[in-house]
């Protein structure tokens, strides 16, 4: 493909040539016929100093740059390298707007040929990468990549995963780089000319191989592969016998320690699911809990015949155990075990919409970057589970379009329903012998009339402690005012052209007739958002006390009899009497395009399953609003959340069961053969009664404790600094600047490798604030959770990639991390994790147990508390290898009367005072 090539990167000293920044570094790689014939790079005087930041960043300063040419001197060789070649960058339009601004500067025409986004590119050629950072995806792609941020060494690295990128579109079907064609004249760059040219390629050739694929209505997709078939060709006997069982692992897994307490683990899990009993096992740090149920549980189901669930509490750890832990297990086992994976069926995509979708001729840049996405991805996925897909916001919106929901129309779903994504894996569930999904599924799965999980199967729960927030979050209600916005701008006006348009279009082509007119529909829908604008503006007022806060929780009381109260309740009747409206002036059309469905075409069928969804969708608002504010249910809590930002404020209406009318155990697991709960944290002062009450667990249940095998005096110092101020007599802003004065001293003796857990947003936000201050620090890479952006799993690859890194983190990063070796060193704890007494959901738990004669703070706040922090603790010491500093910087833990109670909840450990004047010293001396 004769094609020039000019991969460009630039170092700048800002972000606007506008504002006086200039280029620092300039770097060019040509390739022509997927071969790299030319580099140029060269260093270029600025107009003024290198400011420290890029300094720091790039590592290029104004002593390297002294004796560089000024940019008008190189201006000639860089027009030279760019005539005639498509220009290639990672964010092209930062190094083109750039470069166009220096050349005209420098009496250029400038470049104003095709251009290629490398940024682009990946989402559309990688759609399932984590990042789509160069830096990232060159380690994605195992392209060594020695000085990120400079040129030279960026533009070599960016010009090779370009080549890359080129090579897997080359072997894209033919009709799929037909479709991503059309759809990409909506895109920033000239991907197209590209995709153009492959095509051309492909036409030349008379029959293309598909490797893999099928071409089933115009769509390439991944062939499955075939389902393992369960062997019986060996014995599969339970092994009771320690050395036999260790051995068979040791094979399998050469680097396994043995661990006593795993053993012992497994022979109970085993005796509970065949005695079909309860058994709740916490399984401490090391023991590896994953393969102590795993274990019996496959000699179980291949001996019994009878299936089990693994629930998890994220999909992350769903797909760590599918995709580390089971394959593991099936190199120990001497008979294969069918292991499959079941979300929630909005977790799939819908072959059929997605069909329906393509066919649609109205994007925006989002929707054809999506779906081009998508285009790629299908024919690289087995499951069509979304969380392999990395998705833009808007992306993230458009999918509400092509999840899977279960009530298209036949004649669009039946072409689709034997490689239907949700199907599949309900029918590989049905075929395994193990189904691995989480508490959120299994939860909203047991609520309905016909589960799909089976109710005889044997049930374990891993992260067991995080259950009853899974039912919480499940059972409670999130309403905000942008989500009722989006919602009804989907059912639209008829000028909008959305859903109402197409259900009055359609009615008016076959001529027949509803008897609410459009313009009464049209009215009731102008009154619900008037009505909705009226009720979040009395919500957005803030209460005494309030005034000038950030963040502003309120608890609602629909039997209120304040004058505010009554005038929210009055504006919600009337915005719930305008919604219900709306959806009966809706609903008769959308009910007679049902009932005449043989006379609709397969795009108006579509666009009825849509109006469905959107219907469905509207009832449930209505109902959660009439529940908020009208009629409360006397077993949860109601409150709004107000968050500011400048003029504007976000309002969320929340609520959450204080307790359930009935128990968990009563309403979903009793129905199970035999249920195992296990977790590193569920056991405080040798009872397990905490976790039972919350379960609504029967007291006679089987409960066991497995150590840690790890030796923690050995491995863990405790420091509590004597210099931190009493926390429950410090101002919030004087206490963050206590704790960012000990982190730093800390950070240098620990030489970072730290992880910081806070229990306060504003505390995080106001210790990041002071930490940036800090002068000594400067060579440290700082993380906060919330603040430097990306998901708490790109926070943590992150943080493992530097070797000076500091991590705050919040609540998530508690529990469920794991930083194995000396990329975590140091664990901060800022304060004991007590939660807070203005929540409003403790608040509310405190005056049920008030009510029933009991002490909400000895029989809630604090068992709670230590739980949290004996998962805080476990994040620090996760291999027999590691050694570390946990530094607690609440003296609460010393001086309160329940201090020691937190201290008692973990194992033994070296404990030692020290002022902030030791403490740096006192770390380093540990760790070396």
Request: no cysteine; glycine share 6%.
């Given at each position: 493909m004769k094609q020039r090539y000019a991969v460009v990167d630039l170092e700048t000293t800002g972000h606007s040539p506008k504002k006086g920044d200039s280029i620092i570094q300039f770097a060019c790689v040509v390739i022509e016929e997927d071969t790299i014939i030319d580099q140029y790079s060269?260093?270029?005087?600025?107009?003024?100093?290198?400011?420290?930041?890029?300094?720091?960043?790039t590592g290029i300063s104004d002593e390297m740059v002294k004796d560089a040419p000024p940019f008008s001197e190189v201006a000639e060789k860089i027009n030279s390298l760019l005539a005639g070649a498509v220009f290639v960058a990672h964010n092209v339009l930062f190094d083109l707007s750039f470069l166009q601004e220096e050349l005209t500067a420098a009496g250029f025409e400038g470049f104003y040929g095709s251009t290629i986004d490398t940024v682009e590119l990946a989402k559309i050629l990688l759609p399932s990468s984590d990042s789509f950072k160069l830096s990232s995806l060159s380690r994605e792609e195992g392209l060594s990549h020695e000085r990120p941020h400079q040129a030279d060494s960026d533009a070599y690295v960016t010009a090779m995963l370009f080549l890359r990128l080129k090579e897997k579109m080359g072997r894209l079907p033919a009709v799929t780089l037909?479709?991503?064609?059309?759809?990409?004249?909506?895109?920033?760059?000239?991907?197209?000319?590209?995709?153009?040219?492959?095509?051309?390629?492909?036409?030349?050739?008379?029959?293309?191989?598909?490797?893999?694929?099928?071409?089933?209505?115009?769509?390439?997709?991944?062939?499955?592969?075939?389902?393992k078939k369960r062997t019986q060709e060996q014995d599969g006997d339970y092994d009771y016998s320690f050395e036999s069982r260790f051995s068979r692992i040791q094979k399998a897994i050469p680097l396994a320690e043995k661990r006593l307490g795993q053993l012992q683990m497994m022979d109970r899990v085993y005796e509970a699911l065949r005695g079909n009993k309860c058994l709740i096992a916490e399984a401490g740090t090391g023991i590896g809990k994953s393969l102590g149920y795993l274990y019996p549980a496959s000699y179980y189901t291949h001996s019994s015949k009878k299936k089990v669930i693994i629930s998890t509490y994220t999909r992350h750890l769903q797909d760590q155990l599918l995709e580390k832990e089971i394959p593991a297990l099936n190199r120990i086992l001497p008979f294969g075990i069918r292991v499959n994976t079941l979300k929630g069926r909005n977790n799939y995509l819908s072959l059929a919409r997605f069909e329906r979708v393509l066919r649609q001729k109205d994007d925006n840049y989002d929707t054809s970057l999506t779906k081009m996405q998508i285009l790629v991805w299908l024919t690289q996925t087995n499951t069509g589970d979304k969380e392999e897909l990395h998705l833009s916001s808007g992306g993230e919106g458009f999918w509400d379009k092509l999840q899977t929901t279960g009530d298209l129309p036949a004649k669009l779903q039946e072409p689709w329903q034997e490689r239907d994504f949700f199907e599949r894996a309900r029918e590989a569930a049905a075929q395994a012998d193990m189904i691995i999904t989480n508490h959120s599924y299994l939860i909203q799965d047991q609520r309905q009339k016909q589960p799909i999980l089976p109710r005889n199967a044997a049930l374990i729960l891993d992260e067991a402690h995080h259950l009853p927030g899974a039912y919480s979050k499940t059972a409670g209600i999130q309403i905000s005012y942008l989500a009722i916005r989006t919602l009804i701008n989907r059912l639209g006006l008829y000028s909008q052209k959305m859903i109402l348009y197409r259900l009055e279009k359609t009615i008016r082509e076959k001529e027949w007739s509803v008897r609410t007119s459009l313009g009464e529909a049209e009215r009731h829908i102008h009154d619900f958002l008037y009505e909705t604008d009226q009720l979040f503006h009395f919500l957005s007022r803030p209460s005494k006390g309030a005034q000038g806060q950030k963040n502003t929780i309120i608890r609602y009381d629909a039997n209120g009899e304040s004058r505010e109260q009554k005038a929210v309740r009055m504006s919600a009747e009337r915005a719930v009497d305008f919604l219900q409206r709306s959806i009966s002036a809706a609903e008769e059309r959308l009910q007679l395009l049902e009932e005449r469905e043989e006379f609709l075409g397969k795009s108006h069928l579509y666009y009825v399953s849509e109006a469905r969804n959107v219907l469905n969708e509207m009832k449930e608002l209505k109902n959660n609003l009439r529940e908020f504010f009208l009629m409360n249910n006397p077993y949860s809590v109601y409150w709004t959340e107000a968050s500011r930002s400048g003029h504007n404020v976000s309002i969320m209406l929340c609520s959450q069961p204080v307790t359930p009318r009935v128990t968990l155990w009563d309403s979903y697991l009793s129905k199970f053969s035999s249920v195992i709960f296990t977790s590193a944290t569920l056991e405080i002062k040798g009872t397990f009664s905490f976790f039972s009450e919350q379960l609504g667990i029967p007291v006679d249940v089987d409960t066991a404790v497995y150590p840690s095998p790890f030796n923690y005096k050995e491995k863990v110092k405790v420091?509590?600094?004597?210099?931190?101020?009493?926390?429950?007599?410090?101002?919030?802003?004087?206490?963050?600047?206590?704790?960012?004065?000990?982190?730093?001293?800390?950070?240098?003796?620990?030489?970072?490798?730290?992880l910081v857990l806070f229990t306060s947003k504003e505390l995080l936000k106001l210790t990041h604030e002071q930490l940036k201050k800090e002068e000594a620090l400067a060579e440290y890479t700082l993380l906060a959770q919330g603040i430097t952006g990306g998901s708490k799993w790109k926070l943590l690859k992150s943080f493992q990639g530097f070797e000076k890194g500091i991590l705050l983190g919040n609540s998530s990063f508690w529990d469920g991390v794991d930083i194995p070796g000396d990329a975590l060193s140091c664990l901060v704890i800022v304060r004991l994790p007590f939660a807070s007494p203005d929540d409003?959901?403790?608040?509310?738990?405190g005056k049920y147990l008030t009510d029933q004669g009991r002490k909400p703070f000895s029989d809630f706040s604090l068992p709670q508390a230590i739980l949290r922090f004996k998962q805080g603790f476990g994040r620090l010491i996760r291999s027999e290898s590691d050694k570390g500093v946990l530094i607690i910087m609440d003296r609460r833990i010393l001086t309160a009367s329940y201090g020691r109670a937190f201290l008692e909840a973990v194992p033994p450990v070296y404990l030692e005072e020290a002022s902030i004047g030791e403490l740096g010293q006192s770390v380093r001396k540990w760790l070396d």
């Open positions: 060269t260093y270029i005087r600025p107009s003024g100093p290198i400011p420290p930041f890029i300094e720091e960043l037909k479709q991503l064609f059309r759809l990409s004249f909506s895109l920033k760059s000239e991907i197209s000319d590209m995709i153009g040219l492959f095509m051309e390629e492909k036409a030349k050739k008379a029959l293309e191989p598909l490797d893999g694929l099928e071409i089933f209505r115009g769509i390439a997709i991944k062939v499955p592969s075939e389902q420091i509590i600094p004597s210099s931190m101020p009493d926390i429950s007599k410090t101002p919030i802003d004087l206490y963050a600047e206590e704790v960012a004065r000990h982190i730093r001293v800390a950070a240098e003796g620990s030489r970072g490798r730290m409003v959901v403790n608040a509310a738990m």
